[in-house]
């Protein structure tokens, strides 16, 4: 690469990349009607979807947060990329060969830190891959593959590879491909040894780990040696990197993604031969952590995807061992659900067997019946406290009952809670009575709201504003469909009476006979703005024609000439027509052109409104 980027190649990418595509791959987008879309937000938690995106116009716009703009700003945001990376990104994904303009000093720019760190992943996954397949030292872990029930086939569709039993392997292969070894360092590869640089990884089975978007962002490695000849973790995991944060990757999402959006499930095991054995088993929505518990950065991740509102219910499946440190971690997972409006379930094997094992002893059939043989997480939770009591005793079911109680008043939805107090007071013995008054007591004391998001509203006109409405309708209708917008210029300079709206008046006014976008004005909350009102829905029942928009700005210009008829008559009245008849003669002609021109404006807003 050299220079920047030619200004019409990124007006190419910005006007050909689909949003809703690349935003698809973050978020879970349904139809809203006038060529809409909306989901979660994927930059804040909410909890009905308040994303909107305008594929035609290709903006995006969250009426929660605010945080709005095009298809380049949306993956700078969401992949902390640069703009050239973003840029570039977007040019692979749709086959376009950037230009770039030369520097002033004749030196090539660097290419952007991001893909060169996707680039050094990607091709130290081939090189794994090839070890796998072709080294005589990999027969241990093509072994260990498998008697864990995992062919050749297998392995290659998950891109299963072998890390040599040498110092310096990949570091050496890496570098004579041109990678420097701080870019090598930077992307979790190799470190620094008492001699040079050497190697992460040695000797281990590794797992190509991608981000949501399919991109190879690090690594998970099984060690193969003894403790005795390697004495490091069983399970080690790319480091922190620009690229990789294990706290927001999900193994196995890049290709789950589609099938836990179809679905409305989401299956979530421990290990990744757990996803390999549950895809091969016939359950396509199986993730898994990557060397890190399940957190609330997952938790938004999820809920973007299962469209995860009041309105939209799905599953979200935890799969534990049967002894008592999985179960410790199902319990562990019911103070996320919470955050969940989507059911969540636990699903034990008894045996103690986790995914893999159950697949290998007993076959795929067996796998799929522990998944459908879930339990809710509430129901698993509220037994679990149980069995810690002896329900034989009065006071023992006194004491199961204040333990439990609190955990069914933590029952976000509301319309479950009478269902498990009735549950509860099966499995106590007691009345439904003593169980809901229990209940009702324990629900009073837990906090279970968030606090609202603030966002500064001190230059931007409120969405809910009344007076602001019709102003607001007109303007969406200008930058959605401005060839439906006819005698544009017409309307009164007046007639907008909000800073914010006036200001926009100018732009458009600026820009009368082309497409208004974001990157013709350097005021950020001027593109914020252009962003909002272009994926905003326009307030219509039916359908938005060329007469509906007739008649809204037919119906913002009579309120304009109101307020100018109010003004002239107020005016008439402060003036004596006997010592001041010319002006006073004047002033009226003027009062009666603006009656009529009311008039016809009113009948044409009578139209559709």
């Keep these: 690469m050299s220079g920047r980027i030619k200004d019409e190649d990124v007006a190419y990418i910005r006007d050909r990349a689909p949003i809703d595509e690349i935003v698809g791959d973050f978020v879970q987008l349904k139809n809203a009607g006038g060529g809409q879309k909306k989901g979660l937000c994927p930059f804040h938690d909410e909890k009905s979807p308040s994303f909107h995106v305008t594929p035609s116009k290709g903006y995006f716009h969250c009426f929660g947060c605010q945080v709005g703009g095009d298809v380049i700003a949306f993956l700078m945001k969401i992949d902390h990329l640069s703009f050239t990376e973003a840029v570039e990104r977007l040019a692979e994904r749709i086959g376009y060969t950037l230009r770039y303009e030369e520097s002033k000093t004749g030196k090539s720019a660097p290419t952007g830190q991001r893909s060169r760190l996707i680039a050094a992943n990607a091709l130290a996954a081939k090189f794994y891959q090839d070890q796998l397949n072709q080294s005589p ?39 004579g491909q041109g990678f420097t070894i701080d870019e090598l360092e930077l992307a979790g590869l190799s470190k620094m040894g008492q ?128 002894d008592a440190a999985g179960q410790k971690a199902a319990l562990r997972a019911f103070s996320d659900d919470q955050k969940f409006v989507t059911q969540t379930f636990v699903a034990v094997e008894p045996s103690g067997l986790d995914p893999a094992e159950l697949r290998l002893e007993k076959g795929d059939l067996a796998l799929r019946d522990l998944i459908a043989r879930r339990v809710p997480l509430f129901e698993f939770a509220i037994r679990t406290e149980l069995h810690q009591h002896n329900l034989g005793s009065a006071e023992g079911r006194v004491n199961a009952l204040n333990a439990a109680a609190p955990i069914v008043g933590q029952i976000r939805d509301k319309s479950l809670r009478p269902e498990y107090v009735r549950l ?19 629900a009073s004391t837990i906090a279970r709201e968030e606090p609202a998001e603030v966002v500064d509203s001190s230059w931007r006109p409120s969405p809910s504003e009344p007076r602001l409405a ?50 013709q004005t350097t005021d950020e909350r001027m593109k914020a703005l252009v962003a909002e009102l272009s994926v905003e829905p326009i307030r219509t029942d039916g359908e ?14 009579e309120v304009s000439l109101s307020r100018k008829i109010a003004e002239l008559k107020s005016t008439l009245q402060r003036i004596n027509p006997v010592t001041d008849e010319a002006e006073y003669t004047s002033l009226f002609t003027d009062l009666v052109a603006l009656e009529a021109a009311r008039r016809v404006l009113h009948d044409l807003a009578l139209g559709e409104i």
């Design 470 to 519: 019709l102003e607001r309708e007109v303007l969406k209708a200008r930058l959605q469909m401005p060839e439906l917008v006819v005698g544009w210029l017409e309307i009164e300079g007046e007639a907008f009476t909000h800073p914010a709206y006036r200001q926009l008046r100018i732009l458009i006014d600026e820009h009368v006979d082309a497409k208004v976008r974001m990157d």
């Design 137 to 175: 030292q990999a027969q241990v872990g093509r072994e260990l593959l498998t008697k864990r029930g995992f062919d050749k086939d297998a392995c290659a569709s998950f891109e299963v590879g072998y890390a040599p039993d040498e110092w310096d392997a990949l570091t050496k292969y890496m570098r």
């Design 424 to 442: 509860l007071a099966g499995w106590l013995g007691v009345e439904v009575e003593t169980v809901a008054k229990a209940v009702a007591q324990g």
């Design 544 to 557: 938005i024609s060329g007469r509906y928009v007739q008649s809204i700005v037919a119906r913002l210009r």
């Design 195 to 322: 001699r040079g640089p050497i190697d992460r990884f040695r000797n281990r089975l590794m797992w190509p780990i991608r981000d949501i978007s399919g991109d190879v962002v690090g690594f998970g490695a099984r060690k193969l040696a003894s403790d005795e000849v390697d004495s490091g973790p069983k399970y080690l995991n790319t480091p922190e990197t620009p690229i990789y944060k294990k706290s927001q990757v999900l193994y196995g999402l890049d290709r789950a993604k589609k099938e836990i959006a179809k679905k409305r499930q989401v299956v979530i095991v421990e290990g990744y031969t757990d996803v390999m054995a549950a895809h091969l088993a016939g359950i396509p929505t199986a993730v898994a952590t990557c060397g890190t518990a399940f957190g609330p950065d997952h938790i938004r991740i999820l809920r973007r995807l299962l469209m995860d509102d009041d309105a939209f219910r799905g599953e979200v499946i935890f799969t534990f061992d049967g």
